[in-house]
C-alpha cells in the first residue's frame, strides 16, 4: 500500500476554509485516495472518497492533481465541530488478499472561535 | 440502522488478568475487523473476520490474543494475560464488502488500560 504523508497538525478559525494536502508519491495506478474523519473517543468514520480530479459531498471536497502523486482535503467553513483528526488512506477498491486500512499519523484539525 | 456496538468502553485490568472485548457489528456485515491504537501510535490492523472464518489475522500481536466470531455474529477479542504494553484503545469495524475502502463502519472503541 503506498505510503501518506500529511502535517501533524493544523489550527483553524469558525468560518474558514481548511485544505489539508496528503502526499503520496508512490501510489499505483489501482488506487483510490480515501479520507476518514475521527472525533476524540469514536472510531474514525468515512468522509470523501476520489480517483482523480475533484469529488465533492455534503461534507467536503477532494482535489486530485493529474498525476494523483498528492491530493487535498477541503473542508467548506469549518466549525468548532470540525474538530478532529483527519486521515488520508490509499489503497484499492478491490483486493485479492489482506483488506486492511492502513492509518498514517493523521492531521488534528482544531478550530477556534 | 444501528451502528457497530463496542463494549465495554472502558477497561482497566492489572497485568496479568485476562480482559474479553467484545463488538457487535452492523446487522448482515460479513466482515468483521479488528483494529487498535496504542498510546503514542497509529491505529493498526490486528484481524478480519469474512464470516466466522479468520480472513487474515497477520496483525495480531502474539499469541496471547484470541478473537472469534462463532456464528458470524458478533466477535469478541480476548487477551489473557494481559500485559502493559498491551494499553490502548481497540477499535471493531465492519463491512459489508471486502475491499471499499469506504464502507468501513467503525465502533467507537474499547479503551484498555492495564496497570
Known amino acids: 500500500l503506498a505510503k501518506t504523508t500529511q502535517p501533524i497538525s493544523m489550527d483553524s478559525y469558525e468560518g474558514q476554509e481548511v485544505n489539508i494536502t496528503c502526499s503520496h508519491n508512490n501510489i499505483a495506478t489501482n488506487d483510490y485516495i480515501t479520507w476518514y474523519q475521527q472525533f476524540p473517543s469514536q472510531g474514525p468514520r468515512f468522509i470523501i472518497q476520489g480517483y482523480k480530479t475533484k469529488v465533492t459531498n455534503e461534507v467536503a471536497s477532494l482535489f486530485i492533481p493529474a498525476d494523483r502523486k498528492s491530493s487535498t482535503l477541503s473542508l467548506p467553513r469549518v466549525s468548532l465541530s470540525d474538530t478532529a483528526v483527519y486521515y488520508c488512506l490509499v489503497g484499492p477498491i478491490l483486493t485479492g488478499g489482506g483488506n486492511k486500512l492502513t492509518f498514517g499519523t493523521g492531521t488534528q484539525l482544531k478550530v477556534e472561535l | 440502522e444501528a451502528g457497530v456496538t463496542q463494549f465495554p468502553s472502558h477497561s482497566v485490568i492489572e497485568k496479568g488478568q485476562t480482559v474479553t472485548l467484545r463488538c457487535d457489528p452492523i446487522s448482515g456485515h460479513d466482515n468483521l475487523y479488528w483494529y487498535r491504537r496504542v498510546m503514542g501510535k497509529e491505529i493498526k490492523f490486528l484481524l478480519h473476520f469474512v464470516k466466522e472464518s479468520k480472513q487474515d489475522e497477520s496483525g495480531m500481536p502474539n499469541n496471547r490474543f484470541l478473537a472469534e466470531r462463532t456464528g458470524g455474529t458478533y466477535s469478541t477479542l480476548k487477551v489473557q494475560p494481559a500485559e502493559l504494553e498491551d494499553s490502548g484503545v481497540y477499535f471493531c469495524?465492519?463491512?459489508?464488502?471486502?475491499?471499499?475502502?469506504?464502507?468501513?463502519?467503525f465502533g467507537s472503541g474499547t479503551r484498555l488500560t492495564v496497570v
Open positions: 469495524a465492519s463491512s459489508a464488502g471486502r475491499g471499499a475502502l469506504s464502507g468501513y463502519t
